[in-house]
């Protein structure tokens, strides 16, 4: 057979069932393309979690009592300061603000602005401000979601802290933080240290937890022996950690979802199974299998890259309405994301297989059927 | 459940071999009953509906194992994948060796490849003449290898199921790296004899390529599989990875190398494998499959250029050896 007797068959096949194909067609591309936006989103937000998780300090210590997290003594950071190989140790003193009528949260962190950063973020924020300016009153830096959470409830760049002696503290805005760091900073507010204290109406000698970082990661493992050494009740979080367990809530999140689209995969393939029977031609096995399987690809094909490209133009340009609730969560201030395109091989691969391979295989069987049909009977 | 089981491309991998399986099934069973009952003499109509059916019986095989020789690296790169996860594991060949079962089961994917690639090739003969002369033999290798891909599939769960995220495990330089001054060269050989015994070995395969000395080529792929494998990791891997002490077959999969690891086990996958084939094929049909010679000579000049290029690039570039 001429290879372009083939292609004219394969096309006028693939255009005289064209009503038949083009329902399979939709359908596939519509399940490639919400299965692709969902594998997208998580794969942008994980992206994006790892080039936060970068910027933030190596070493976390607390103190535990009780199997609470209670205020770590101002000591404790000229004993971390000691080990070798330690660098930019940071007292931290932040908490949760709490604003009732709306059921929402801010955090709230307080900055020592003289004093080395260990986080890189806050490094850059505290490089960008005008430190003579900042504290010349009492005054904060705010993220973007509050400051929008703050306009819509007019307060007009100001806040009214409520200490827990029930004394009213007001707080000017001095300016906000860009849009770039979101998804860790969008309740954030940042505030000297001792304003901070007397929101909280925390004690003077203490620190909420302390940070620093160990620019040689093999010294890791002996800086965390040090630290267990130096008190019992104490708590370190290592940036591994968090890193893992992010990895952990994403894998969580896209593997449920994953497992359970499994089920309309299945129940489609099952569908295709089932209506796929299409009249036979009646030439030689061998042609007819050819061709029904170069027009099952075809199809696979083009749906695959019509779902894609959907889901491309869904996620990254108009940044996921409705799906990204399901990774990032609505409880609090309205996180606003601008997704960054990240789509690798793998990921294309990874979709590609998880629907073509079904598709394919389910068909295997019907055109087999339609292919030993004799020609007699089909003529019928 | 373990938490392995959520990383998508787990998921997908285990989906993807699972469908695979079920086609497997049917396949074999079909199988079984027209080796039994196959008589090409015949002009039953029984004997007509087996012909029918074989050719399902093929179509399901020739796209099974496509998929198979697809999922190999996929499988590599899940498993790379996996590595944030498994506490210790820097690549691929940490979360390999995070239990028992890795090891056995990348060595039994590999075989199952290396045998359905031949079964292909079969396959296309048998196609090719009017009376399916390999009938019975192309049979009775799926029917092994289908009982290969069994193993394989309660692997792949037993597997994925045992590994654990909270215990760690050995990184590649500990598993490949030298201990205690100890040589990790089979045969006391070091690693200029190990080079000799590369390129030694290369110009034989491509010897019996260019000359068609089926047996020969058997012997020298055989010896130029092992002994590549062992030049990569411990000689020209150093000059991929750039380090002199990073030695590890895995983490040139990764994208700091650019994928470059995929290529070049790729490319001695494919060399040996048609290199090693030529002699049973020859001795199926009777006669030199001669495509396979080509294919041979191809990959794996390809193979022995791609890494060779890596340490001259090196050296053009530093100027000095690692």
């Not at chain 1, 910027?55 to 000229?78: H, N, S, Y």
């Not at chain 2, 069973?29 to 196959?38: A, N």
């Not at chain 2, 070995?201 to 020969?216: K, N, V, W």
């Not at chain 2, 494998?229 to 990764?254: D, N, R, S, W």
Request: charged share 15%; glycine share 6%; net charge neutral.
């Amino acid at each position: 057979m001429a290879n372009s007797t083939f292609l004219r068959f394969l096309l006028l096949l693939l255009y005289q069932y064209r009503s038949k194909h083009a329902g399979i067609a939709v359908i596939s591309s519509l399940i490639v393309a919400l299965l692709s936006a969902v594998l997208f989103i998580s794969q942008s937000i994980q992206a994006e979690t790892a080039l936060q998780l970068k910027a933030q300090p190596d070493f976390v210590v607390q103190r535990i009592r009780a199997g609470k997290r209670i205020d770590v003594p101002v000591e404790w950071l000229e004993e971390i300061q000691e080990i070798n190989g330690v660098s930019s140790v940071t007292p931290r003193v932040y908490g949760e603000y709490y604003f009732s009528p709306r059921e929402e949260h801010f955090l709230l962190f307080g900055v020592d602005f003289f004093d080395e950063q260990s986080s890189k973020a806050i490094e850059k924020i505290v490089q960008e401000t005008d430190l003579r300016k900042f504290l010349s009153k009492e005054q904060m830096i705010v993220g973007d979601g509050v400051k929008k959470f703050l306009q819509e409830h007019y307060y007009k760049g100001f806040y009214n802290f409520k200490n827990p002696d029930g004394e009213i503290i007001k707080v000017p805005v001095y300016s906000s933080f860009d849009k770039e760091t979101n998804i860790i900073s969008n309740d954030m507010i940042i505030m000297p240290m001792e304003l901070l204290r007397s929101i909280f109406a925390m004690d003077e000698e203490t620190l909420t937890d302390i940070a620093f970082n160990v620019p040689n990661e093999a010294e890791w493992d002996n800086v965390l022996t040090k630290l267990h050494l130096l008190h019992y009740d104490i708590r370190v979080i290592t940036k591994e950690e968090i890193t893992k367990s992010y990895h952990n809530l994403f894998n969580y999140k896209g593997g449920l979802f994953l497992a359970l689209y499994l089920i309309t995969i299945m129940t489609f393939i099952l569908i295709i199974y089932q209506r796929y029977a299409m009249v036979a031609v009646g030439w030689s096995i061998k042609d007819v299998l050819k061709l029904k399987f170069f027009e099952t690809s075809i199809i696979v094909l083009l749906s695959f890259i019509n779902g894609v490209i959907i889901a491309y133009c869904y996620v990254y340009l108009f940044d996921a309405p409705l799906l990204s609730n399901l990774f990032l969560g609505s409880e609090n201030l309205s996180n606003e994301v601008a997704f960054m395109p990240v789509v690798d091989f793998g990921l294309l691969g990874s979709i590609f297989l998880f629907f073509g391979i079904p598709f394919i295989a389910a068909v295997l069987i019907p055109v087999w059927k339609i292919a030993v049909t004799e020609p007699k009977e089909a003529m019928k | 459940m373990s938490e392995i089981f959520l990383s998508n491309e787990v998921l997908i991998y285990l989906l993807s071999e699972s469908v695979i399986y079920v086609l497997i099934l049917i396949a074999a069973l079909l199988s079984l009953q027209l080796i039994i009952k196959w008589d090409f003499g015949s002009y039953s109509e029984i004997q007509f509906t087996l012909e029918k059916r074989a050719y399902l019986v093929m179509t399901i095989i020739t796209f099974a194992f496509i998929v198979k020789i697809a999922t190999l690296p996929y499988f590599a790169y899940g498993i790379d994948k996996l590595s944030d996860l498994v506490p210790g594991a820097m690549c691929a060949s940490g979360v390999i060796g995070a239990n028992e079962y890795g090891y056995p089961l990348l060595g039994l994917k590999i075989a199952t490849v290396f045998i359905s690639g031949t079964w292909i090739i079969i396959n296309n003969l048998d196609l090719q003449s009017p009376n399916y002369p390999f009938f019975r033999i192309k049979t009775g290798l799926f029917l092994l290898i289908a009982i290969l891909i069994s193993i394989e599939l309660f692997l792949d769960f037993t597997y994925f199921g045992n590994i654990t995220t909270t215990k760690p495990v050995s990184c590649c330089s500990v598993t490949f790296g030298q201990q205690g001054g100890s040589n990790p060269l089979p045969f006391g050989l070091d690693t200029a004899k190990l080079l000799v015994l590369f390129y030694l070995f290369y110009f034989m395969t491509a010897i019996s390529a260019i000359g068609r000395y089926a047996a020969t080529g058997f012997v020298a792929n055989i010896l130029f599989l092992v002994t590549a494998y062992y030049a990569v990791v411990y000689f020209f891997g150093t000059y991929i990875y750039e380090l002199p002490t990073h030695k590890c077959p895995f983490c040139m999969l990764q994208k700091e190398y650019y994928y470059v690891g995929y290529l070049v086990w790729a490319s001695l996958f494919s060399g040996t494998f048609f290199g090693i084939n030529s002699l049973p094929l020859k001795w199926f049909a009777k006669k030199d499959v001669l495509y396979t010679y080509k294919f041979s000579l191809f990959f794996n000049t390809l193979f022995v250029l791609l890494v060779s290029a890596y340490v001259l690039v090196y050296y053009l570039k530093n100027g000095v050896w690692l």
